[in-house]
T-cell receptor, first 109, second 116 residues
Framework: DQQVKQNSPSLSVQEGRISILNCDYT??????FLWYKKYPAEGPTFLIS?????DKNEDGRFTVFLNKSAKHLSLHIVPSQPGDSAVYFC????????FGAGTRLTVKP | NAGVMQNPRHLVRRRGQEARLRCSPM?????VYWYRQLPEEGLKFMVY????????ESGMPKERFSAEFPKEGPSILRIQQVVRGDSAAYFC??????????????FGQGTRLTVV
């Protein structure tokens, strides 16, 4: 029962370009969405979040967009930097917090 | 303000032994989540606990796995009679509440369990 899906296991972009990571969900009761970033051998760290009453939240180079009708959210990183290379997980909260499988972003110099 | 503390960081067990993984949430946090990450896979929800209560254990295998979060002390994830397939990284997260705006769960660094 995969309520949160990240269909792209990996993404490679050139430094300075935009990275777009996508996430789809099936549960319309989710009311809060988050993105986490994870480096190897470390725990996930919170990156950015958005409430279901909004459609956009921006924090520096990171912007999260929410399309409730499509049950889709995306994370935009612009400009991408090599230090952004990591696995990115989207998460959604209803009664619990559910994660997608992650997308491995590689930013090439 | 210490973050979420998990110990041990690495744990090696022989098949059939018991594994105990500990998680101390951030100060003031009363909600704990356990997740498992199998090699090359994402984070899989296992169990959600509040102090002295299991709220949702729908992601936890029915046998051999148990979790607790006592009134005093850390949350414990216990795996009895471990098998090779239990080898994974186990992450704990804590939060002050659930489903509230500006609530983000903070993760520990994980315990990497290896069953030999």
């Amino acid at each position: 029962d995969q309520q949160v899906k990240q269909n792209s296991p990996s993404l490679s972009v050139q430094e300075g370009r935009i990275s777009i990571l996508n996430c789809d969900y099936t549960n319309s009761m989710f009311d809060y969405f988050l993105w986490y970033k994870k480096y190897p051998a470390e725990g996930p760290t919170f990156l950015i979040s958005i409430s279901s009453i909004k459609d956009k939240n921006e924090d520096g180079r990171f912007t999260v967009f929410l399309n409730k009708s499509a049950k889709h959210l995306s994370l935009h990183i612009v400009p991408s930097q090599p230090g952004d290379s990591a696995v990115y997980f989207c998460a959604a909260i209803d009664n619990d917090m559910r994660f997608g499988a992650g997308t491995r972003l590689t930013v090439k110099p | 303000n210490a973050g979420v503390m998990q110990n041990p960081r690495h744990l090696v067990r022989r098949r059939g032994q018991e594994a105990r993984l500990r998680c101390s949430p951030m100060k003031g946090h009363s909600h704990v989540y356990w997740y498992r990450q199998l090699p090359e896979e994402g984070l899989k929800f296992m169990v959600y606990l509040q102090k002295e209560n299991i709220i949702d254990e729908s992601g936890m295998p029915k046998e051999r796995f148990s979790a607790e979060f006592p009134k005093e002390g850390p949350s414990i994830l216990r795996i009895q009679q471990v098998v090779r397939g239990d080898s994974a990284a186990y992450f704990c997260a804590s939060s002050p509440g659930r489903g509230r705006v500006n609530t983000e769960a903070f993760f520990g660094q994980g315990t990497r369990l290896t069953v030999v």
